[in-house]
């Protein structure tokens, strides 16, 4: 293996042997298409103004893939190339977490292919596919990857589209039959295990918001009635609005509930971070949604007749 990492470290020394300030400012703007803040903001966008039922989905099977790559990071335990022992100088940005595999190519990949398969164009998965190309480019220029990490998350990014193509559908039926308790237990369940593995603050993440959206999904199912769907001529303004209010209502309770958190040394830190990525799932769904409600910014599946205003949104 060490071999395959020296092949690997020299092949990154060859692709920042034409590096410029220029270039190197446009791969750290490629490199964000598949890290964390862009799909933490991206995901309730999708949920809130597009399609609340695909922004859970995609939410869920991110996430997912997420926990599995930080599982795969620690139980392999690989290097990056600019730690202590390899090579320093090829690191243009910093991170901590072990190199293998690549989480910034599996769940681009994972992301934009689910994204591009909404739009029924023959040409939006290549195009995708090619995004998750240049975000694995962006992470050997930086130096924060070997090219085996980068394979391992795009086989893991195809491992997770497959189960989610193949398995989607029906998990959801089946759901669907389980009805609202099986619903909450089945992801309380789901979040244990991930949690029960390790659950250290890095880990809790991923499973904290799958524990939120999904119980607040459930619960806006059947008593909140948000749909994100719209039409008409005022469409794409009330999209804005949703997600600004949103946003912001969100950006205040992390600021909030920051302020309430105890020293990261405390004991009670990691349960106090669960708990709060718990709440702001919770918070996208259903608070929010509800919220949308009462400002007539989105029409509910339960009340409103085919024919109502609000349907024209």
């Known amino acids: 293996m060490e071999s395959i990492l020296l092949w690997g470290l020299d092949l990154i020394r060859s692709v920042q042997s034409c ?55 620690y139980l392999l335990g690989q290097p990056r190339p600019f730690w202590e022992g390899w090579d320093p100088s ?29 739009t ?3 040409w939006a998965v290549p195009i995708a596919v090619f995004i998750s190309l240049l975000v694995g480019f962006s992470r050997l220029y930086l130096g924060v990857h ?3 990490d980068m394979l391992g998350g795009w086989i893991l990014g195809a491992l997770t589209l497959t189960a989610y193509f193949l398995l989607g559908d029906k998990l959801k039926a089946a759901l669907i039959r389980g009805g609202q308790r099986f619903q909450m237990i089945l992801c309380s369940v789901l979040v244990f295990v991930m949690i029960l593995y390790r659950p250290q603050v890095e880990f809790l993440m991923p499973g ?24 008409g001529t005022a469409r794409f303004l009330v999209m804005g609005l949703r997600f600004i209010i949103g946003m912001a209502s969100l950006i205040v309770l992390f600021m909030i509930l920051g ?51 609000q349907t024209q949104l």
């Open 19 to 73: 590096a410029s300030p220029a270039l190197t400012v446009l791969m750290k703007l490629i490199t964000n298409l598949g890290a964390a803040p862009v799909y933490l903001v991206l995901l309730p966008l999708i949920f809130w103004c597009i399609d609340e039922e695909k922004g859970l989905r995609l939410s869920v099977a991110v996430l997912i893939s997420l926990w599995i790559n930080m599982a795969l990071k």
């Open 146 to 148: 070997f090219p085996t």
């Open 90 to 118: 090829v690191g243009m940005i910093h991170e901590n977490l072990n190199g293998l595999p690549s989480g910034h190519a599996q769940i681009s990949l994972t992301l934009w292919v689910i994204i591009a398969s909404w």
């Open 259 to 309: 302020r309430l958190a105890p020293e990261e040394h405390s004991p009670l830190y990691p349960l106090f971070f669960f708990v709060r990525f718990a709440l702001a799932g919770f918070w996208i769904c259903p608070v929010v949604p509800w919220l949308f409600l009462r400002l007539r910014l989105a029409r509910t599946a339960k009340t409103v007749a085919p024919d109502s205003p």
């Open 120 to 122: 029924g164009k023959k």
């Open 208 to 231: 904290a918001l799958i524990l939120g959206l999904g119980l607040g999904f459930s619960i806006n199912q059947s008593h909140v009635g948000f749909r994100a769907a719209g039409s």
